[in-house]
């Protein structure tokens, strides 16, 4: 890695280590694959993001499922390497002083990109200023809003700091980060001498530096302060800067960023349509996610990649070839890890799960639009489906946002629902959902459930982490499943697809409901239990088309391909 790296990706949360609860769901894990997916293919970047010293939180679930919240107590000196710098942001008039620890995430080649977590926790700043840093998404729009202070202007200041000079691409991963072209155009004004104006030529000068990827629909996603906080936090001569790009009686972060880049983003085909719909005025590409393959492959797999796709781990489109693997040992990994769900979930809950049926799994940060409980709508029915077949059994997981009242409710009625099904459909709920929880998850299931109210599933992650593991999707038509649907080849659809609105149509979770069970009975069961040979093709195809596809590899590809262009300069480093 060279002192100035060509890209410096700037995320609120990035999920590196289950250890370290840097990250709170979706955006902190893709975060983390994009970084690993970087460092396999040399890409020289850095990373920036805060500590989260608190984590984003524990969670416990009582006996009927009632969510409580703890701080998560982790050791930082065990992952990370304390650095010296020590550099300034301004904030509410005080001066607030940043340090950053390092973390190496190494690709497979043994190129490194480092992750550099801001911290505020010194003794120079005032017991509150220390505490900015310490959870993730808590607080209030005030505590929010200094952290991404800290984040923008704490993070340039730092690289600046290591030596990170001449940095030709920024990546603001979500608007969380959108401070920073607000500090890239104070960095530039300050170079001209010229403090206090801000020529168009300057914007347009951060714009050319800025790439922005908005990941979410949903307008909790996207961060909007009052102009009074925005004034009392950022300053009178700071927000004059914010009127000059457009922004007014509030401060959207997200028209920031999208006012700060050249090239903006969404996350799967469909988001980019549903982001145009919501802010016309710019262009916005569409770059779908990917997963990093070898972080979500369970063990059995990745040694069934081993014998016969040796290139697999530095070439993901060699997955391709998965179709050539026999039924057999495509089996026999299978089994290997259900077998270790299984054990786990029995162990965890007593559910009394067996290895022999049929293994439905769902899970994710529990909120209303992901409809957990639209499996459960019809019981039954769901037990008469059941009845039929060799069974069914459910595993979910999942955490709401302290505040989500409504995910909360979801995840008790789910114990309320289990409960009822007691001795007809084993269900399980496993606490404190992470990144091993979730590998565990996506390769032990026999089918990945999916049940988002569109178009507000932006793209969905889960489904390629399943597929990693040759497990099919029965998903709704949204997100990344429009893009990896090939029915009875990759899994199953639910329902049809939804043109790019942004108000769902009412009736929608009756009509998806029974489209749910309409699959369940005439197609997935009747398949796992009668055409074990059709089934396991289905699960070849799912690697072979999905996995070779859906993957980071690909994805960063990208990125450096449409994104990262750089005049007379190799993304590659060369």
Not at 330 to 345: C, G, P, Q
Not at 426 to 444: H, I
Not at 538 to 560: D, E, K, P, W
């Amino acid at each position: 890695m060279t002192k100035s790296p060509l890209v410096a990706y700037f995320s609120m949360e990035i999920g590196l280590d289950p250890l370290m609860p840097t990250y709170s769901g979706g955006l902190g894990v893709l975060a983390g694959d994009t970084v690993r997916s970087a460092a396999d293919l040399e890409v020289p970047m850095v990373a920036v993001t805060l500590i989260h010293r608190r984590g984003h939180f524990y969670q416990r679930l009582d006996a009927h499922g009632w969510q409580t919240e703890e701080p998560v107590a982790w050791p930082v000196n065990d992952f990370l390497e304390a650095l010296d710098p020590r550099v300034t942001v301004e904030v509410e008039g005080r001066t607030v002083y940043v340090r950053a620890w390092k973390y190496t995430v190494r690709g497979v080649t043994g190129a490194a990109v480092p992750v550099y977590l801001l911290d505020t926790d010194l003794v120079d700043n005032s017991p509150w200023d220390r505490t900015i840093t310490d959870v993730l998404y808590g607080g209030d729009a005030h505590y929010r809003l200094c952290q991404e202070v800290v984040l923008g202007y704490g993070g340039l200041c730092m690289l600046r700091a290591l030596g990170c000079g001449d940095i030709p691409r920024f990546h603001l991963n979500e608007g969380h980060a959108a401070l920073l072209v607000l500090a890239l155009l104070e960095e530039k004004l300050a170079a001209r001498a010229e403090p206090e104006e801000l020529p168009a030529d300057v914007i347009e000068s951060v714009r050319d530096q800025c790439v922005f990827t908005t990941h979410t629909p949903v307008p909790a996603g996207h961060d909007q302060f009052p102009a009074d906080l925005a004034r009392r936090v950022l300053g009178t001569r700071r927000c004059g800067w914010l009127e000059a790009c457009g922004q007014n009686d509030t401060l959207n972060m997200t028209k920031l960023a999208l006012r700060g880049a050249r090239f903006i983003n969404g996350v799967a085909m469909k988001h980019g349509q549903v982001s145009h719909t919501l802010f016309p005025e710019y262009p916005i590409h569409s770059i779908t996610n990917g997963v990093h393959a070898v972080t979500w492959t369970s063990s059995p797999f990745q040694a069934l990649y081993d014998r016969h796709l040796p290139d697999w781990r530095r070439d993901q489109l060699s997955l391709r070839y998965a179709v050539g693997i026999p039924d057999e040992e495509l089996w026999t990994a299978h089994m290997e890890a259900k077998r270790a769900l299984a054990d786990f979930v029995n162990r965890e809950t007593n559910a009394g799960f067996d290895r022999d049926v049929l293994t439905i799994g769902f899970a994710r940060r529990a909120t209303g639009y992901k409809r957990a409980t639209l499996i459960l709508s019809d019981l039954e029915r769901l037990k008469r489906i059941a009845g039929q077949t060799g069974g069914i059994q459910i595993v979910f997981a999942g955490k709401a946002h302290p505040n989500d009242q409504e995910g909360k409710e979801m995840i008790r009625q789910i114990h309320d629902i289990r409960d009822r099904l007691k001795g007809t459909i084993p269900v399980a709920y496993l606490s404190n959902y992470d990144m091993t929880l979730a590998r565990l998850l996506c390769s032990g299931v026999d089918v990945w459930l999916n049940t988002p109210l569109p178009p507000m599933e932006a793209s969905g992650t889960s489904g390629m982490k399943a597929a990693m593991n040759g497990v099919p999707s029965l998903s709704i038509l949204d997100g990344w499943w429009i893009e990896g649907h090939l029915e009875d080849l990759t899994g199953w659809t639910i329902g049809e697809k939804i043109d790019a609105c942004l108000e769902p149509s009412s009736g929608m979770d009756q009509c998806h409901a029974d489209a749910l069970y309409t699959k369940l009975e005439q197609k997935v069961l009747p398949m796992f239990y009668g055409d074990r040979a059709k089934y396991i093709d289905v699960m070849r195809h799912t690697i072979a088309l999905n996995g070779a596809f859906f993957n980071a590899q690909r994805m960063m590809g990208q990125y450096r391909r449409n994104a990262y262009r750089l005049a007379g300069q190799s993304i590659d480093g060369g």
